[in-house]
């Protein structure tokens, strides 16, 4: 088995160094020929095999599943654990403010909820302090949200940070 992985890097290395169209196609017809087989015998194995590839597609891109557990791990200013807004609550704010849960090729929902959380995990009291409040306590909810909504797009779309998610979680 060991040898036949060897083979398939040797085949992969080849074929991402090269400039032939065709190494590319035989490497990509192949691929996806495996992948339906894959996804009729284990389509959860299936899905974590083309969150692996989503990353292609978008500039910041993480899985639903990643971003929660990384969420699950914040730890916000007043002591709590996890993320602030759970995802409908957010993506609800998000699209009733007129914000884009979305936007390709930017960013995908999972990335922008994680950021916004992070950034309120880190950022909620001077945050709530810039807006006129005394203590987070005091900012309404939904203002909060549209500022950490405003400063996650604006990490996620920082052109000196292409791959802003990928870089600061190490993915």
Not at 63 to 69: I, L, S, T, V
């Amino acid at each position: 088995m060991e040898e036949m992985i060897n083979k398939f890097h040797q085949i992969y290395e080849k074929m991402a160094s090269s400039q032939n169209v065709e190494d590319m196609k035989i490497f990509g017809q192949s691929a996806m020929k495996m992948y339906e087989k894959v996804a009729a015998m284990s389509p959860n194995t299936a899905k974590e095999w083309l969150e692996h590839l989503e990353p292609i597609m978008w500039c910041n891109y993480i899985g639903m599943e990643k971003a929660k557990e990384i969420a699950g791990n914040l730890v916000n200013q007043d002591g709590s654990k996890g993320p602030h807004w759970p995802m409908d609550v957010f993506f609800n704010v998000v699209a009733r403010l007129g914000g884009k849960i979305e936007d390709e090729p930017a960013y995908n929902r999972y990335a922008l909820w994680l950021v916004a959380n992070a950034h309120y995990s880190d950022f909620a009291m001077s945050t709530a302090m810039d807006m006129g409040y005394k203590s987070v306590a005091e900012a309404p909810d939904e203002k909060m949200a549209l500022s950490m909504y405003r400063k996650a797009v604006e990490s996620l779309k920082d052109v000196d940070r292409k791959h802003y998610v990928r870089d600061y979680y190490r993915l």
